[in-house]
């Protein structure tokens, strides 16, 4: 983080869990954000110096979870916070208050996906990939979406030309797979420059976007090399699998955020790790 | 395996590439198996000690690869081999000899899917899964039809009680994600012991399928207790990323092998390595 960049506010929705709370405080003492806490003081698990931090920490209470993530999307409505975390609250209550009509902070023809940024040893770089948990099964237009978020994601990590691969099973599309249907006319919307500067290609299997041996055995020509910066999955029971398979057996770093609503949104579950929070906290600032 | 167990033929599909040939040969040298090697002898790549193992092995001549698809289903039909290999030979070439109406070998009522096994560092166990490469979306009688072959698979490893798991992103089954409608009715008919002792649970998401611990923290209930033995995939989307992504990202040894024809047919794809066509070729065997 660059010590020019102003300090943005992170909103926590109901900090009542430890694994949560030292994930962001960790953040704070590292010097990244401002903190509003929104729940009940009284009752959160704050670390013994929080103290030493009290002016970048602000508490507004709430009744309840509920209540916290109406406040918290009031926040971000007004400005007050930059990014949002979710902590001792169901995902489906924070998503309401999010998605409401009146005082919701999804605008209008936004498109709400989920995008993870993966660190895998056996990789050796940055994998991205969407949507693990929030599109069921993405029409066209959501998946252009899905590659905007990606593209600009990759960015931010300071790739200068994102290669982005549609997985599928198969190299060839066709009415036996639906999903594959919406991939060549978003390879044509990406190459008449969409998305700016990137590569586009599918479908193609796992395999051939990120092992250039498996590809050039296959004889498969893909602008993107075995390469792959980020996937974007057919549905999403495979990216929730995969998404659940590499910190279990690969040894990955995982973080995750929401995009789309005004201001990115963590939605790390109850099962992840300290780590795995701070890390996403880190993308939502990105 | 065991001396006292009688030899099996594989019949190899036009084994004109070193890959297979290699591969089938190391299970002959070991006394596995004899083979039926069917295409023209004089280009396939044979090591060259072959004629040391001349007693145990037998040419069929073919006239290209899709005459011999139908001599090694007609083998097969015959009782003169009791598992099958592909080897230079398009898949979907294979596939319409083994599942013509006339002369194939796929019994009418029979399910044809894919079953994998792989051996990952990670878990320390053997983990089989379903389906990667032929069914796409199972309706619940090719479910069934999959619950079976990976009971008997792990039968076949001495899992005594196999635990089988119907993947998803979610633990509730609803409309909103139609191949959960199936699990419920098939937890039922495994109740009522259709497939004799295997403990049958889902929708779970694969880290509650394999991590005790995260299955704790959710605070779900499953007789599986976090330690699967054979996954079921909702689809082939995911189940396809996933048998890529093992050996790729997690070190994971794999076989593959069709179940449903009158004998298991190893399906592996031109980029396996030896030693993955090697195991493939033991789990037919099995």
Redesign the interface.
């Known amino acids: 983080m660059s010590e020019q960049r102003e300090r943005k506010c992170l909103v926590v929705v109901w900090p009542h869990d430890a694994h949560t709370v030292d994930a962001v405080f960790r953040t704070l003492r590292e010097g990244w954000v401002s903190l509003l806490l929104v729940g009940q003081r009284e009752s959160m698990p704050l670390p013994a110096d929080w103290e030493e931090y009290a002016d970048r920490i602000a508490f507004e209470y709430a009744t309840d979870a509920v209540d916290a993530a109406r406040l918290a999307v009031k926040a971000v409505r007004e400005g007050r916070a930059q990014a949002m975390m979710k902590a001792l609250i169901n995902t489906d209550v924070l998503l309401r208050a999010i998605l409401n009509k009146e005082e919701g902070i999804l605008q209008k023809g936004r498109v709400m996906s989920h995008v993870a940024v993966m660190e895998?040893p056996?990789?050796g770089r940055l994998l991205l990939m969407s949507d693990?948990?929030v599109l069921?099964y993405p029409t066209e237009e959501q998946r252009a979406a899905q590659i905007g978020y990606l593209a600009a994601m990759c960015r931010k990590f300071e790739i200068a030309q994102p290669r982005i691969a549609m997985?599928?099973?198969t190299e060839f599309a066709g009415e036996?797979?639906p999903?594959t249907l919406t991939y060549a006319p978003l390879i044509e919307r990406s190459k008449a420059g969409e998305w700016g500067n990137i590569l586009l290609d599918g479908p193609l299997?796992?395999?051939c976007t990120?092992?250039k041996?498996?590809l050039d055995?296959?004889g498969i020509n893909s602008p993107l090399e075995g390469k792959a910066d980020a996937l974007i999955?057919?549905?999403?029971?495979?990216?929730?699998?995969?998404y659940?398979?590499?910190p279990?057996?690969?040894?990955?770093e995982i973080a995750g955020v929401l995009q789309g609503p005004d201001c990115p949104v963590v939605l790390s579950s109850?099962?992840d790790s300290e780590l795995t929070k701070y890390y996403s906290i880190a993308v939502a600032l990105a």
């Open positions: 895998i056996a990789l693990a948990a069921p997985l599928h099973c036996k797979f999903h299997d796992l395999r990120l092992d041996e498996a055995i296959k999955f057919p549905d999403i029971e495979g990216a929730n699998a995969f659940k398979t590499m279990l057996f690969a040894g990955a109850r099962g």
